[in-house]
Nanobody
């Protein structure tokens, strides 16, 4: 069983930055990919970004491309989502997810992930 714990959420103003972390309970080099998703009030959960644990391939949703950066540290068994130039529309609960086995790239659908964190709230005020 893999446990994922997100942290780093909070309340910020438009234009500010936040960095979310996702700590895994297992050695991340044994896993294939990490993804970030978000769910705004009254909306379905949507894909944000993904990264392969080895090789560092990344993929972003168009809505965050150029503003968000996904990264990882196998040494720390942790993934990160650096969010810059935040907008009120980025307000949501952000979830990290882990895929254990290899799959088509990029893994951007919820069913492609095996484990999920509990989520962390990000609120961007105007």
């Amino acid at each position: 069983q893999v446990q994922l714990v997100e942290s780093g959420g909070g309340l910020v103003q438009a234009g500010d930055s936040l960095r979310l972390s996702c700590a895994a309970s297992v050695r991340t080099f044994s896993m294939y990919a990490m993804g970030w998703f978000r769910q705004a009030p009254g909306k379905e959960r949507e894909f944000v970004a993904s990264i392969s644990w080895s090789g560092g391939r990344t993929y972003y949703a168009d809505s965050v491309k150029g503003r968000f950066t996904v990264s990882s540290s196998n040494a720390k068994n942790t993934g990160y989502l650096q969010m810059n130039s935040l907008k009120p529309g980025d307000t949501a609960v952000y979830y990290c997810a882990a895929r254990v086995d290899s799959t088509g790239w990029p893994p951007r659908l919820e069913f492609q992930y095996d484990y999920w964190g509990q989520g962390t709230q990000v609120t961007v005020s105007s």
